[in-house]
Every structure is written in structure tokens, then in C-alpha cells.
């Protein structure tokens, strides 16, 4: 079945510094490629996707390319700033798998990001 | 615009019990999913409702079920609580054309004692 893997965390950095956190998947199909942000308390914001094989997501400076040859999806953004600590999750969705009946985003287990001041 | 709105935000409950989340969708939005979200995971897909029908369920015993409504809100029945069943309950809403990008709400913590 879909699965999605992130590096585990806590990932602490100093304000300015460049961000990678790594994901890779496991599809059937050709999926889909999302990141969500979780700030403290509250539900998950859609932070960036890529639907197809090389396409770059961009959104508020964060950045990550659909790699298909490595099935990965990693995370960039070359200055974090404080307001960026938050839960990042790497999801996918694979509409072709179950014959075209598959409606569910597969989420990693998520990766914590502390930037301090 | 509101966005994705969730009742209640916490809620408190025994084994055995029973307990209802409500949620309603994004404006202009047709499509509601639930997931579940424990301590330190990811959210797990419970299900998805589509014109007031599952869609799609995923690995959840039958003891979760739910509804949706002609006016696309929807609820999360949950029967015979479990100590297992304390997450962040997400409902996410979309379009059905267009469902994978999905909008969630703050989700509600259900704590069973």
C-alpha cells in the first residue's frame, strides 16, 4: 500500500539557517505530493504540491520538487525564521490506486521544527 | 470566508461511551473527510462523504460512523469509546472535483478516561 516516510525530528536550527527535512513515498499509482504545516493548537494548513513528476511547489519561500527516479519529495527553505516552528508533514494522495477509487491523503508521522531566535 | 469550523474543540469522555464531533465544511465545499490524529502521528484517514454517501473508508472498526448533510456539515459518531480512541479528530473539506486539496479545520481533542 501508499506509505509516506519523513525524517524523524526534532530538527532545532538558528533563525536564518537553511531547512531540508526529507521525504520519501511509496505509491502504487502516480501520485500526488503535499505539505502540511501544523503551528502549535491548530489543524494542518496546505503549505505546498506537486502533482506530476518534476514540478516544483513553491509557498512562502519553502520549496520541494517531485522527484520521481528517487520518490522523494524533501522539504527546502534557504532562511528560517522564528515563526516557521511548527510540525511539517509530507503527505501523499494516489487516486489510480483501487482502480481510481482512492479519496484518502496518506500523512508521515511528521517532523517538529524548532528555529530559535 | 470561514473556513473549516469543528464542535466541540475539547471534549471529555468514559469507556463505553459515545460521542458525536461536528464539522462544517469551507464555503462552496461538497466534500467532508475525518482523520484521526494521536499524540505524535500523523492523521490516519477514517472516512470520506460525498451527496450525504461514504466514499471511501479506511481502517477504522465499524464503532466509527457518520453522516453527512444536505448542507455538506457532517458528523463523527464514535460508539463504545476505547482509551485508544484519545486523538485530534481533523475534518477536512474539498471539492469532489478536486478533493486532494484539502482544507482542514482545528480538529477536536477527545480525551477518554
Known amino acids: 500500500g501508499d506509505s509516506v516516510t519523513q525524517m524523524e525530528g526534532p530538527v532545532t536550527l538558528s533563525e536564518e539557517a537553511f531547512l531540508t527535512i526529507n521525504c520519501t513515498y511509496t505509491?502504487?499509482?502516480?501520485?500526488?505530493l503535499f505539505w502540511y504545516v501544523q503551528y502549535p493548537g491548530e489543524g494542518l494548513q496546505l503549505l505546498l504540491k506537486?502533482?506530476?513528476?518534476?514540478d516544483k511547489g513553491s509557498n512562502k519561500g519553502f520549496e520541494a520538487t517531485y522527484r520521481k527516479e528517487t520518490t522523494s519529495f524533501h522539504l527546502e527553505k534557504g532562511s528560517v525564521q522564528v515563526s516557521d516552528s511548527a510540525v511539517y508533514f509530507c503527505?501523499?494522495?494516489?487516486?489510480?490506486?483501487?482502480?481510481?477509487?482512492?479519496?484518502?491523503?496518506?500523512f508521515g508521522k511528521g517532523t517538529l521544527l524548532t528555529v530559535n531566535p | 470566508d470561514a473556513g473549516v469550523t469543528q464542535s466541540p474543540t475539547h471534549l471529555i469522555k468514559t469507556r463505553g461511551q459515545q460521542v458525536t464531533l461536528r464539522c462544517s465544511p469551507k464555503?462552496?465545499?461538497?466534500?467532508v473527510s475525518w482523520y484521526q490524529q494521536a499524540l505524535g502521528q500523523g492523521p490516519q484517514f477514517i472516512f470520506q462523504?460525498?451527496?450525504?454517501?461514504?466514499?471511501q473508508r479506511g481502517n477504522f472498526p465499524d464503532r466509527f460512523s457518520g453522516h453527512q448533510f444536505p448542507n455538506y456539515s457532517s458528523e463523527l459518531n464514535v460508539n463504545a469509546l476505547l482509551l485508544g480512541d484519545s486523538a485530534l479528530y481533523l475534518c477536512?473539506?474539498?471539492?469532489?472535483?478536486?478533493?486532494?486539496?484539502?482544507?482542514f479545520g482545528p480538529g477536536t481533542r477527545l480525551l477518554v478516561l
Open positions: 477536512a473539506s474539498s471539492l469532489a472535483r478536486g478533493w486532494e486539496t484539502q482544507y
Open positions: 505509491a502504487t499509482g502516480y501520485p500526488s
Open positions: 506537486a502533482t506530476k513528476a518534476d
Open positions: 503527505a501523499l494522495s494516489d487516486p489510480t490506486n483501487s482502480g481510481g477509487s482512492n479519496y484518502k491523503l496518506t
Open positions: 464555503s462552496g465545499h461538497d466534500t
Open positions: 462523504y460525498y451527496e450525504e454517501e461514504e466514499r
